[in-house]
Nanobody, 124 residues
């Protein structure tokens, strides 16, 4: 089992920045692609960003490209989501997810592990 615990959520002003963290435990996260998804009230969970376990490549949803940055520190078993230029449409519960030995695409199915989520609220 891989346990994922998100942190760093909270209230941020529109245009501001926030950094989310996802700490993995139980196994070495370096064998897993890691990703961030989000779910706003009344909406389906959607892909935000992911980073490949093998190449370190990063992938983003069009809605966050150029504003959000995903990174990982394998030594700390932690993946981050740096959120800059936050917009009023960004508030949601942000979830960390992991998939062994495969890239994480935009689908919410097929992920091996999920965190419990961290709430991001944006004030205008």
């Amino acid at each position: 089992q891989l346990q994922l615990v998100e942190s760093g959520g909270g209230l941020v002003q529109a245009g501001g920045s926030l950094r989310l963290s996802c700490a993995a435990s139980g196994r070495t996260a370096s064998s897993y692609s890691m990703g961030w998804f989000r779910q706003a009230p009344g909406k389906e969970r959607e892909f935000v960003a992911s980073t490949s376990w093998s190449s370190g490549g990063t992938y983003y949803a069009d809605s966050v490209k150029g504003r959000f940055t995903i990174s990982r520190d394998n030594g700390k078993n932690t993946v981050y989501l740096q959120m800059n230029s936050v917009k009023p449409e960004d508030p949601a519960v942000y979830y960390c997810a992991a998939k062994a030995y495969s890239r994480i695409y935009s689908s919410t199915t097929g992920l091996d592990f999920w965190g419990q989520g961290t709430q991001v609220t944006v004030s205008s």
